[in-house]
């Protein structure tokens, strides 16, 4: 049974970075046939797909373009987790962060979802 | 980026009777190669992240039960639960996945009339 266990801090500054973490058991960040993926939610935007990092021979990854210019994914496959790295936030980015795996681009299976506020 | 469009925003149903909502993309989301829809149906209760009920618009997840099913094909999609039952009540999204960034609508909200 494949589960994501997420982690990270609930609370960044403005203009500091976000970083989120998303530990994989039952499944290998380097599968072949996997999409690791991070999603937002809040009331005003709704649910945002922020993007994805997946292997397929090499790494790929893909990044919605409202925050293109902001976020890095990064795979670990030592730990066999990757992260979400935001920067510059402001109270705009505060939201319940999710990690998912997408699996023929369906997210089947999701973490607990982290909340984070940015505010100073 | 494909607009997801979800009607309506809200819903209250019997027990026992049919729920329906439509989700509609401004854009094709069937791939012509494999004749597949790139569709998936999720549901949310509060607290919880979102599962996965349908993909492929059609095909309902291991677990899922019955009750529930996904139609449509191109741009015009629709989920249905044919009995509601209690445990139903929840927001839906539909997400579609035949191109980044994978858009999601912007939810339908199920109550129990």
């Known amino acids: 049974q494949v589960q994501l266990q997420q982690s990270g801090p609930g609370l960044v500054k403005p203009s500091q970075t976000l970083s989120l973490t998303c530990a994989i058991s039952?499944?290998?960040?380097?599968?072949?046939?996997?999409?690791w993926t991070w999603i937002r939610q809040s009331p005003s935007r709704g649910l945002e797909w922020l993007g994805r990092?997946?292997?397929?021979?090499?790494?790929?990854?893909d990044y919605a373009l409202s925050v293109k210019s902001r976020i890095t994914f990064n795979p670990d496959t030592s730990k066999n987790q990757f992260s979400l790295h935001l920067n510059s936030v402001t109270p705009e980015d505060t939201a319940v962060y999710y990690c998912?795996?997408?699996?023929?681009?369906?997210?089947?299976?999701w973490g607990q979802g982290t909340t984070v506020t940015v505010s100073s | 980026d494909i607009v997801m469009t979800q009607s309506p925003d809200s819903l209250a149903v019997s027990l026992g009777e049919r729920a329906t909502i439509n989700c509609k993309s401004s854009?094709?989301?069937?791939?012509?190669?494999?004749?597949?829809?790139?569709l998936t149906w999720y549901q949310q209760k509060p607290g919880q992240p979102p599962k996965m009920l349908i993909y492929?618009?059609?095909t309902r997840e291991s677990g899922v039960p019955d009750r529930f099913s996904g139609s449509g094909s191109g741009t015009d999609f629709t989920l249905t639960i044919s009995s509601l039952q209690a445990e139903d009540v929840a927001v839906y999204f539909c997400?579609?996945?035949?191109?980044?960034?994978?858009?999601f609508g912007q939810g339908t909200k199920l109550e129990i009339k």
């Open positions: 998912a795996r997408a699996y023929s681009g369906s997210l089947n299976v």
């Open positions: 990092t997946y292997y397929r021979s090499k790494w790929y990854n």
């Open positions: 854009q094709s989301i069937l791939y012509s190669s494999n004749n597949k829809n790139y």
């Open positions: 492929w618009a059609s």
């Open positions: 997400q579609q996945y035949y191109e980044t960034p994978h858009t």
């Open positions: 039952g499944d290998s960040v380097s599968s072949n046939s996997a999409a």
